[in-house]
């Protein structure tokens, strides 16, 4: 199955299982804090989660890159955004200096997988190979294409590579393994 995911290091699925080189992070980012949303200390958060909803039912959210632990007191939507309360975050000053920051939840409390499904941080480091068997290179990063499918970025010996995460190109994906099957299509591949 290929993935169908908004967002290269969300709680995004596709199928497959870890591989034993990509450990999992202990933290998946949900959000990135775009602004202080009026007085009283909310926020004003860019989703980066296919499961926004599920954000309201977490005991606390994880903040920045040291991972702070804030209380969730509130989410609601509104025009494309989560506005969100955070515990101890009571003002515009508060909230302000939380800016631009990324906020994350526990792996132990993201969505459960189901059978067959990963979070597409665990491509990172998948090797890539056409039907024919020539290596390509190795996934590293998955962007995001609003409105289309993923593209996969592959760096090799032909150099960045492109490839879209649709079922005509994408053969197969073994992570147990860190494989991918791909069938190029026509133009595809650099000389």
Known sequence: ???????????????????????????????????PHGIRGELRVEILTDYPERVSQLPRLYVGEGH??????????????????????????????????????????????EEGEYYLFQLEGVEVFTEEGER?????????????????????LRGELLIPAIREVVRSLDLEAGRMVIRPLPGLLKP
């Open 136 to 156: 390509l290179g190795e996934i590293v990063e998955v962007l995001a294409t609003p409105g289309a499918n993923d593209v996969y970025v592959v760096h090799g």
């Open 1 to 35: 199955m290929i993935p169908s995911s908004k967002h290269p290091v969300s709680e995004a699925r596709g199928s497959g299982t870890p591989t034993a080189a990509q450990p999992e992070p202990r933290y998946l980012a949900v959000g990135r804090v775009l602004r």
């Open 68 to 113: 702070r632990p804030y209380a969730v007191d509130g989410v609601r939507f509104h025009k494309g955004a989560m506005l969100l309360k955070l515990d101890g975050c009571d003002d515009r000053n508060a909230a302000e200096a939380l800016r631009g920051e990324m906020l994350y939840v526990a792996l132990e409390d993201a969505v459960p997988l």
